[in-house]
């Protein structure tokens, strides 16, 4: 075990006998990740102040209103993924159970103590900071995946250790967070789960029963539109956005309008004309509709390329790494990012219904932010263990 | 040592890897690819139209000049207040919103409130046409209040009318869009408007002007100006004219009056009064039209009341009003029928009786519709839109006409023995009612100066209805002018295959046919130019806003009617009827005056009552000098509340006092007769107890100068008094109200001065000056004595008279 490393430091002396054995244990991060997430970082603060200053002016009065704050998390991130990435990730592992546990208990707490009634998301902490307890049981889930994969792995395709624990901890979390209610995120934490378990080792029938399953549900939800409410109205005005220009399609339409004034090159950075009202909350969830508008499909295409970049380091991390819990580690955040980004251009370019999902490294937010760079620090300490070549 | 990933694990990752960038990224690239690259310009298309916003540039419309330049319509900037609901942030705001609008702008407090409830809406106009002032404070108010982008102005622009009442029938008015809705401003709306541009500008979803400037302008383009072959300083004087004939003889049906240039048909003034405030056209000023209103309310409230109604007779078809109210609102009402016809009280019976009675709606309605004929009524141009019967004044044209076809000749006699018989019915000359005979044997110079109908009957009959129609047409008055002015009406007249030897004998004397005032004097000036018909035209030019003229009107010969020998001929014999005739009253000393009379009937129209029209329209059309007629006028009173009065004492004063002001003004110099000159002093006519115009002309006959005193029409006093030696050329003070005192001035010492000297000192004074004695002039003897004596007080107008010594003072 390798329990005794994790408390050192970065530059602290290694034991001869290790170093001797292992030349390669513990090697510097894996740069090319590093510098893919600064690139997202930086081109994703460029963006969020372009799309955000005309809305930050009219309602704040100050167009530096988001980026001011998000700048600042984002330093505050940096550092703790350069922190983190020094740390020793096996320690997780110690507080994998610790970590499930608070979140469960932020995640009833947050139904009771919340800032806002309509979605019991945030915890209030002072004055306008809150927290959000499903971006930890984003990180959590993670944690105590790889945990119980690495733990299990040989074991994996006996039900009871490979899909029960897994379902139980996936259901409980799934269920605490819609009744949030926060479906996006739900259908995040559901996404990250299953291709953990699918990784893993889980017996593939059970991936075909739940395939099955969902076929199911939305089979239930066309045919039977009362079983779940709201689910037709939303799929109609998925379909047909333009059905209620003024009502819930107007984000959707706005969203379109903006991605398809931007062309082939965009209309200019700073030059969206969309976020100037027209789209609601152009700094949070459509983000990345500005971008499309400024910058166009090239410019669009390139920043998709830099998300499959990070995405591939990432996977490559994960299988070069000599454990399996830093390996599935890895796999689950950079699938966390991954998941994530599509979801939210799903969402914004109307290829999936509107729900509520943030864009990595885009969106403004600042505990997501944080977490998201914590989250990259951790797949970089990853890569300090793994084989992957080092430039 | 922990267990690495196994195969499997890196396998699955790679379908995980795979399934990721493939399915999840390749299906957002490629929807990313459809809506940017496949649907692109649609959406954009979509975006800008809701993103851009089209904001009208008014184009500023024209003025409208008189023929040296001044100003007499003139566009100036103003504004509407506008304010936006959906930037209110909440009630108290919505208050402070409301009260400021209210006492600012002292607008209806329930019509901001109706505005402000469109919540969502950013653009409500609360006020339009607020000047320069009040917005300027306004907006002083907002700033310091906080309310900016909640109230905020809008560009307009207003039209103005510096002379107010002047010209109004011609000029015409806008209405709120700044069209133009009557007159020249309707005529030439096209021009004075010109093209109002458009910016294309992006605006935020808020209506805001977005960081970015995307601008796109296509400017406005102004529009053009009218410079007016109108006059001001001649249309002011035929207005002052037209003004105090209006007083004088309370004509009913307003007074028409055109100036116009002989030669080019250029009208060099028109007016019709009473009239109306272009800058407030809807008001009513005619005092007539203010009576008829007066008039047409308790008819309405006793209509509503069954206090007047109608009898029907089968037999006859005929309607008779009737009821409790009939004599004191119907037979008593004296101008109702300018607002308020027969058929229009019909018909409101009719309502009233289906109805079961008028609603308090129903009154208001039949109310504002009398409002609205009266506006209509004050509106028109009487000059170019409503026949009349010319009368006297059309016998120029029968005996231009008769001439020039050779019907008859200067030497042809036509004997008047007070009547003659035309179709078994006698018709009777003006001169029988007061001297039971006839004018006798009379030449065709003898017929238009006495106007003897008779003559003009035989003159006709020897023309003939052929030849007379002939002319009748040549003189254009069977086609319009084609002045450049909107509204121009045709007259009724006989055809040649309809006209009896009765029709063409009425027609020979100018009645029984209908032209309008401005079709007469067009002819008239035919008749006198040198046998030119001209198309009279109201506009000399049309200059850009750069003062580049864009196109000029040459004056248009329609036709020769007459040849110049005839017209020359029709000069002398017009000549004799102001210098000998009825129409005395328009000479002018120093100035050969051609004209004629005219008095018709307004036969065949009734009033209210059933009972006939007896009032009479009276004209006199004049033209000067007479051997190179340069400026003609014709005025027409219809309706003077006058009974066998002819245009001969009512009219010709009016045209002579119009012409004494215009002829020096066009620079046509008074060329006096040697006696007229020898003849230094006169004795002071009685003016006293005349009318304004009668008085005027004694004394312009008189040679004469006179200035009124108060705004009376009668002369109540005169200074100098009856019979008062006084210089030709000296100037009599008219009192024309009670207690107005023109001012008393101190008399000047003059003794010791010269003749010149001393001359100049009493006339700067205001005093009239009068020399007694042998003093010669051109002899610097000084003045001995005079009378007053000096520092008395005495009135402005009073003679001074001085004494000089004999040409070799003694010692």
């Given amino acids: 075990m390798q329990y005794a490393q994790s408390a050192r430091s970065a530059g602290a002396p290694r034991r001869k006998k290790r170093v001797k054995s292992k030349p390669a244990e513990r090697g510097s991060m894996d740069l090319i990740f590093l510098i893919l997430v600064l690139t997202l970082l930086g081109i994703g603060l460029i963006m969020l102040f372009s799309a955000s200053y005309a809305y930050a002016y009219y309602y704040d009065g100050n167009s530096f209103h988001y980026i001011t704050r998000q700048l600042a998390f984002a330093v505050v991130g940096v550092v703790a993924l350069l922190v983190v990435s020094q740390i020793d990730y096996h320690i997780l592992r110690r507080f994998a159970l610790l970590l499930l546990g608070g979140t469960l208990f932020l995640l009833v707490l947050v139904l009771f103590y919340h800032t806002q009634a309509t979605a019991k998301r945030w915890i209030p902490i002072v004055g306008t900071f809150t927290f959000q307890p499903s971006e930890l049981a984003k990180f959590t889930i993670v944690v105590v995946f790889a945990h119980l994969i690495s733990l299990n792995y040989d074991r994996m395709s006996d039900p009871r250790y490979g899909l029960w624990p897994f379902l139980s901890i996936m259901g409980i979390i799934a269920l605490l967070m819609v009744l949030q209610p926060h479906l996006s995120g739900t259908i995040l934490i559901l996404s990250i789960g299953v291709v953990m378990m699918f990784i893993g080792g889980t017996n593939l029938k059970w991936f075909a029963l739940g395939g099955l399953f969902l076929v199911g549900a939305v089979v239930v939800i066309i045919f039977i539109p009362d079983a779940v409410p709201y689910a037709m109205s939303r799929l109609e005005h998925w379909i047909n956005p333009a059905s209620d220009p003024t009502g819930a399609g107007y984000q959707t339409l706005q969203s379109l309008y903006a991605i398809g004034s931007g062309g082939l090159l965009g209309v200019g950075i700073g030059n969206s004309r969309q976020k100037h009202l027209y789209l609601p909350e152009p700094q949070n969830d459509f983000v990345f509709s500005v971008v499309c508008e400024e910058l166009g499909f090239v410019g669009a295409t390139i920043i998709l390329l830099l998300f499959v970049l990070l995405v591939w380091r990432g996977f490559a991390i994960a299988m070069r790494c000599r454990d399996r819990f830093g390996s599935m580690l890895a796999v689950g955040l950079t699938t966390q990012v991954g998941v994530q980004t599509i979801l939210n251009i799903a969402v914004v370019s109307n290829t999936i219904p509107n729900t509520g999902i943030s864009l990595p490294f885009f969106s403004y937010g600042g505990t997501a932010l944080c977490m998201l760079l914590a989250q990259m620090g951790v797949v970089l300490s990853v890569s300090r263990y793994s084989t992957v070549e080092k430039e | 040592m922990a267990k690495t990933p196994t195969y499997q694990m890196k396998g699955r990752m790679m379908v995980v890897l795979a399934g990721m960038i493939i399915l999840g990224f390749g299906i957002v690239l490629h929807q990313l690819f459809s809506i940017q690259i496949l649907q692109g310009e649609e959406y954009q298309q979509i975006a800008l139209d809701q993103q851009m916003r089209s904001t009208r540039i008014g184009a500023k419309r024209g003025t409208i000049y008189d023929t040296n330049g001044k100003a007499l319509a003139t566009s100036a900037d103003v504004s509407s207040v506008c304010v936006a609901p959906g930037m209110i942030d909440d009630d108290e705001e919505r208050k402070n919103v409301t009260a400021m609008l209210v006492k600012m702008l002292g607008v209806d407090e329930a019509l901001v409130a109706k505005k402000l409830d469109k919540k969502n809406s950013l653009y409500e106009v609360v006020k339009t046409k607020v000047e320069k002032p009040v917005t300027d404070e306004l907006m002083q108010q907002v700033l310091e209040n906080g309310l900016q982008g909640r109230i905020f102005l809008e560009g307009d622009t207003r039209r103005y009318y510096p002379y107010g009442n002047f010209a109004a029938t011609v000029l015409g008015f806008t209405n709120a869009d700044n069209d133009g809705a009557y007159g020249l401003e309707s005529y030439y709306n096209k021009t004075l408007a010109g093209t109002p541009g458009r910016t294309l500008a992006i605006r935020d979803s808020k209506g805001q002007p977005m960081s970015l400037q995307y601008e796109e302008t296509q400017p406005a383009q102004d529009g053009n100006s009218l410079v007016l072959t109108i006059d001001e300083t001649i249309q002011h004087y035929l207005e002052k004219n037209l003004e105090t004939a209006v007083d004088e003889h309370k004509v009913g049906d307003r007074t028409v009056g055109i100036v116009m240039d002989v030669e080019t048909g250029a009208i060099l003034a028109m007016s019709t009064k009473p009239d109306f405030d272009p800058n407030n056209p809807t008001e009513i000023i005619d005092k007539n039209l203010l009576q008829a209103l007066e008039e047409a309310k308790p008819v309405i409230t006793a209509i509503a009341a069954g206090q007047l109604w109608y009898d029907y007779n089968a037999a006859t078809d005929r309607k008779f009003l009737s009821g409790p109210a009939y004599d004191t609102l119907i037979k008593n009402a004296k101008y109702l029928n300018k607002v308020m016809g027969l058929n229009t009280i019909y018909a409101l019976i009719d309502q009233k009786n289906e109805e079961g009675g008028l609603t308090q709606e129903a009154q208001e309605a039949a109310y504002r519709k009398a409002l609205q004929n009266a506006q209509y009524a004050q509106w028109r141009n009487k000059a170019v839109s409503d026949p009349y019967e010319p009368g006297s004044v059309f016998k120029i044209i029968t005996a231009a006409g008769a001439l020039e076809s050779h019907a008859v000749t200067e030497n042809s006699t036509f004997n008047c023995i007070g009547y003659i018989e035309v179709a078994d019915k ?386």
């Avoid at chain 2, 009748?472 to 055809?495: C, Q, V």
């Avoid at chain 2, 004209?595 to 009033?607: A, L």
């Avoid at chain 2, 002819?646 to 066009?666: E, F, K, N, R």
């Avoid at chain 2, 004074?765 to 003045?783: D, F, K, R």
């Fill in chain 2, 426 to 811: 006698t018709q009777h000359c003006h001169i029988w009612s007061s001297q039971h005979q006839g004018h006798g044997v009379q030449t065709l110079e003898d017929a238009v100066r006495n106007s003897c109908n008779p003559a003009f009957i035989q003159i006709g009959q020897l023309m003939g209805s052929r030849l007379f129609s002939e002319y009748f047409s040549n003189f254009g008055l069977t086609e319009l002018t084609g002045i450049d002015m909107p509204g121009e009406a045709s007259g009724l007249y006989h055809k040649v295959e309809n006209m009896g030897i009765a029709e063409l004998s009425s027609s020979s004397f100018g009645q029984t046919f209908t032209i309008t005032p401005l079709q007469m004097i067009t002819a008239a000036n035919a008749a006198v130019n040198g046998g030119k018909l001209m198309q009279p035209y109201i506009v000399k030019q049309v200059v850009d806003k750069d003062g580049n003229v864009v196109s000029a009107t040459q004056p248009v010969v329609k036709r020769q009617v007459i040849s110049k020998d005839i017209s020359d001929k029709m000069q002398l014999m017009l000549e004799q009827v102001v210098a000998n005739g009825s129409g005395r009253q328009a000479q002018i000393p120093g100035y050969r005056v051609g004209g004629k009379t005219g008095t018709s009937e307004k036969i065949g129209t009734r009033n209210l009552d059933g009972s006939e029209n007896t009032k009479n329209i009276l004209s006199f059309y004049g033209f000067a000098p007479i051997d190179n007629p340069k400026v003609a006028c014709l005025v027409v009173l219809d309706e003077p509340d006058l009974i066998n009065a002819y245009g001969s004492t009512v009219a010709a004063p009016v045209v002579g006092s119009i012409l004494a002001d215009v002829l020096p003004y066009m620079g046509i110099e008074p060329q006096y007769t040697q006696e007229q000159l020898e003849e230094t002093t006169t004795s002071t006519p009685n003016v006293t107890d005349k009318d304004i115009h009668d008085a005027q002309s004694i004394l312009r006959i008189a040679g004469l100068k006179y200035r009124q005193v108060g705004s009376g029409t009668t002369v109540l006093r005169q200074v100098p008094g009856y019979q008062e030696p006084i210089p030709k050329d000296a100037t009599v003070v008219l009192y024309t109200e009670e207690n107005v005192v023109d001012g008393k001035v101190l008399v000047p010492n003059v003794v010791g001065m010269t003749a010149g000297q001393a001359n100049k000192e009493i006339t700067n004074a205001g005093l009239n000056y009068a020399m007694m004695g042998s003093g010669i002039e051109g002899t610097s003897s000084p003045v001995i004595a005079q009378n007053p004596l000096a520092g008395i007080e005495v009135e402005k107008g009073t003679i001074v008279t001085v004494e000089f010594a004999e040409s070799a003072p003694a010692e």
